[in-house]
């Protein structure tokens, strides 16, 4: 007897699916999280379960197929902060994919749902929708409690968008308020942001008068980062968005994964004053 497929079951399980697996990925590596781009990479992965709709694909394609929807999931899901970062990305998704597949794979084992299928990697459960919903708000919950336990839970605030404007010119990037950055320039005493070195090329003033050292620590030692004041710094939080001008911007040639700078808590303290 041949198992009927519901095209909107299909759809409305993998991305919820996806979903979680995307947001697991994010509290694991402590990325920047946009939900309507979350949102976007999981309903690309929805449509990409439609493939089991497909004659059986001879496992390598199948493979390379599930490579280039993983990669396209993922470049939808986080900004880009280059090569490592996003195979860093790629890497926990997989993991945590691995995980639930392995799940899959005992409940396929020890119960033999009716209505399980997996055909092309991709899931197709035959679940009502307010099961479907129910396990959606039950998912949501236990990984807020994981992260609350663990003590890995980011605030949102953590996380932000800076505008850096020096001379006319103006530069963004996205930024995360580091705990660790208690860096300060030593004769101002002014906090100092540290921002990739390629995010911030075209505004870096030429004159050396302008050039402050700001020294630094860090378990691989000690050493001086060049820095700069900028006309001012715009922090973006959510719908907030502060001016900041007594800053320091120091330029590392560092990635800083997938971010671009890293604030001093004072610059954010400053946004909620």
């Not at 609350?148 to 930024?175: K, Y």
């Not at 302008?210 to 001012?232: C, E, H, M, N, W």
């Amino acid at each position: 007897m041949k198992q009927k497929i519901y095209i909107d079951i299909l759809v409305g399980v993998n991305l919820f699916i996806n979903y979680f697996l995307l947001l697991a990925v994010s509290k694991l590596l402590s990325l920047p999280v946009k939900r309507s781009r979350l949102l976007l990479a999981a309903s690309l992965g929805a449509v990409g379960s439609l493939s089991i709709l497909l004659p059986e694909i001879p496992m390598f394609f199948s493979f390379l197929l599930k490579m280039a929807m993983s990669a396209l999931i993922i470049l939808a899901a986080y900004p880009l902060a280059g090569l490592k970062s996003f195979l860093r990305e790629l890497a926990a998704f997989y993991v945590i994919s691995f995980s639930f597949a392995g799940f899959m794979i005992a409940l396929w084992y020890f119960f033999a749902p009716q209505g399980l299928i997996i055909k092309n990697s991709v899931v197709y459960f035959n679940i009502s929708p307010l099961f479907l919903v129910g396990m959606t708000v039950i998912c949501y919950f236990i990984i807020r409690l994981i992260h609350r336990i663990t003590g890995r839970q980011a605030p949102e605030d953590l996380f932000c968008t800076i505008q850096i404007d020096m001379n006319g010119r103006t530069v963004s990037c996205s930024a995360k308020v580091d705990t660790g950055n208690t860096l300060k320039e030593p004769f101002s005493n002014a906090p100092v942001a540290v921002v990739c070195e390629d995010c911030i090329t075209e505004i870096i003033p030429k004159e050396n008068k302008k050039i402050r050292l700001v020294p630094y620590q860090s378990v691989s030692g000690t050493g001086l980062l060049p820095a700069f004041k900028p006309d001012k710094l715009t922090v973006c939080i959510g719908s907030r968005k502060t001016e900041i001008h007594e800053v320091y911007i120091a330029v590392t040639k560092s990635k800083l994964g997938a971010f671009s700078a890293l604030l001093n808590p004072d610059l954010c303290q400053k946004t909620s004053a």
